[in-house]
């Protein structure tokens, strides 16, 4: 028997989301070493030099497709402009993730990458229920999130912040099929 190993990729409008490659480190690193962007994030680090793009790409090409993706968000006109992801969460549950580059923000890129990706989820992982959460202090991403059809849950908890290094209120949020 042959197994062949596939990166998915999606297509929007606007927007190709793909497994990222080793030359995105460049550019990843240029977008996430922001404050602005890394300080939303629970695991980007800020500085965010090129050891961690490198790092972050090589983990992303290892990847099991079948349990977890990171997915490069690239706009057909500008190149790489953020990343999404899926990973497992608490009780068996698959949380999302994404980020997009400041000079990208408010264009409805991270709206239109995640409701590809929550049609992917459920297509392909066959996924009923995805949860997520946003920092209190984020309310566009809690727009985005609302906007791709997540609900709140009415429950907050402190998550830590790498970049911030600090935990950060985070409002929960789920993704019903």
Not at 52 to 68: P, V, Y
Not at 113 to 127: F, G, M, V, Y
Request: charge should be positive; charged fraction near 25%.
């Amino acid at each position: 028997m042959c197994a062949i190993e596939v990166t998915p990729s999606l297509a929007t409008e606007r927007l190709l989301l793909r497994g990222h490659v080793p030359s995105d480190a460049e550019r990843l690193c240029q977008l996430a070493n922001d404050i602005k962007v890394a300080g939303m994030t629970a695991a980007m680090p800020h500085p965010y030099v090129a050891a961690d793009a490198e790092a972050f790409i090589d983990r992303a090409i290892r990847q099991d497709w079948r349990t977890q993706a990171a997915f490069a968000i690239e706009h057909r006109q500008f190149g790489l402009v953020g990343g999404l992801g899926f990973k497992p969460a608490a009780r068996g549950r698959t949380e999302l993730g994404y980020w997009i580059g400041r000079p990208f923000w408010n264009r409805g890129y991270a709206t239109e990458a995640a409701r590809a990706a929550l049609r992917w989820a459920q297509r392909d992982w066959r996924k009923k229920l995805v949860v997520a959460g946003h920092f209190a202090d984020n309310p566009a991403s809690g727009q985005v999130l609302c906007k791709s059809g997540f609900l709140y849950t009415g429950d907050v908890e402190l998550r830590d912040s790498r970049a911030r290094g600090q935990t950060v209120p985070t409002r929960l949020m789920v993704w019903l099929a």
